[in-house]
């Protein structure tokens, strides 16, 4: 994982996951507020610079916030780090991110992975940005063998077994997600956690001003 520190000296602090080939000039027009930001993508491995723990320590208040594939990959992380949050918010991704009931179904997954090219990213882009594609153009990235590896990280992990608890205490669902299922993440949080719905599809920021609208947004 790839960790960029963004500190202002705030005493909060937001840790944000990031989604699949999402990378953090998408998200710099949200206003940061009180907070300093630890923005993480990249997530062709889950380890991370261990001054990552110490630095958490430090701050008064601590939100997590993921987004996507960002969401099994900071469970898998944070595991055991659940009482440093303050709130941890999960946005339009599960903890079964390749399932036919609750995730992204198992064969489109796979043909994603298996038929990964240029073209095939740049739907993949247009699906999540709909509308908004053409004003996120110059910032997406089209490194095919970095996407792939990506994916074929996130379907070991998946593969594993390994139980991933969760650590999330709200989920923000897009009702015209045309990723991850809503009726899927419906699905799968209803028993976990407070969920939030918001129209629109997979990317969802650009209803909100700033990090604080996110935490704070409700019913």
């Known amino acids: 994982m790839k960790i960029e520190r963004v500190k202002r000296k705030k005493e909060n602090l937001i840790i944000f996951f990031s989604g699949f080939m999402m990378n953090k000039e998408l998200f710099d027009f949200l206003k940061m507020n009180n907070y300093d930001l630890f923005f993480i993508d990249d997530y062709r491995d889950f380890t991370i610079d261990e001054s990552f723990f110490e630095d958490i320590e430090s701050y008064f208040k601590v939100y997590l916030i993921s987004f996507s594939l960002g969401v099994i990959a900071a469970a898998d992380l944070l595991k055991g780090y659940k009482r440093y949050f303050n709130e941890a918010i999960a946005i339009n991704g599960t903890l079964k991110p390749?399932?036919?009931?609750f995730g992204i179904p198992v064969n489109i997954f796979n043909g994603t992975l298996e038929n990964l090219s240029d073209e095939n990213l740049d739907r993949f882009?247009?699906?999540v940005f709909e509308k908004n594609y053409d004003?996120?153009?110059?910032?997406?990235?089209?490194d095919i063998e970095k996407a792939k590896a990506e994916l074929i990280s996130i379907k070991n992990l998946v593969d594993s077994g390994i139980l991933v608890e969760n650590i999330y205490t709200k989920a923000i669902i897009s009702e015209d997600d045309r990723i991850f299922p809503p009726s899927n993440q419906i699905s799968f949080w209803q028993r976990e956690v407070?969920?939030?719905f918001v129209s629109g599809g997979h990317f969802p920021f650009y209803q909100f001003e700033s990090w604080d609208d996110i935490i704070?947004?409700?019913?």
């Open 98 to 101: 390749i399932d036919d009931f």
């Open 194 to 196: 407070k969920q939030i």
């Open 125 to 127: 882009y247009k699906r």
């Open 216 to 219: 704070d947004a409700d019913v």
């Open 135 to 142: 004003l996120v153009n110059k910032y997406l990235s089209y």
